[in-house]
């Protein structure tokens, strides 16, 4: 059960735009110099959310295209000196919700239920982790 816990949470993580991690400064392979939680490559991330929802192929290659538009995103961003770190946050925020509405646009009604229950397990293991809650 944990472990299909920390897989929802990792796929869950992917689609809240936790391209701080994905993708290093300096664009390079999104294996490489990653910190925390053992990142997986986008590809790996793309086919857990596909098992995860039973996408298609062609949603899957949608998915990923819009994940692809989100790190760069999210890097430019990251990049961006003249923001400060609340004015990231909140572009990151909205990037995140327009990543998540994009995608929920490509889902079967099935597919968005359990969509929005992975958003939701995600935001709820956010508040667990802000508060120093370890769940056993």
Known sequence: MKHLKAIVLSCAMLLAVSAFAWQSPSGQDNKQNHSGMGQQSLDEHVKMVSEKL???????????????EQQQQ???????????????????????????????????????????????????????????????
């Open 54 to 68: 039973g996408l298609s192929e062609d949603q899957q290659a949608k998915a990923k295209a819009v994940l692809v």
């Open 74 to 136: 999210a890097a430019a961003i990251r990049n961006d000196s003249s923001l400060s770190q609340d004015e990231k946050r909140e572009k990151m925020r909205s990037l995140r919700d327009a990543t998540h509405a994009k995608i929920r646009e490509m889902l079967n009604d099935d597919q968005k239920q359990k969509f929005d229950q992975m958003i939701q397990e995600m935001a709820n293991h956010s508040k667990e982790g802000k508060s120093g809650d370890t769940p056993k």
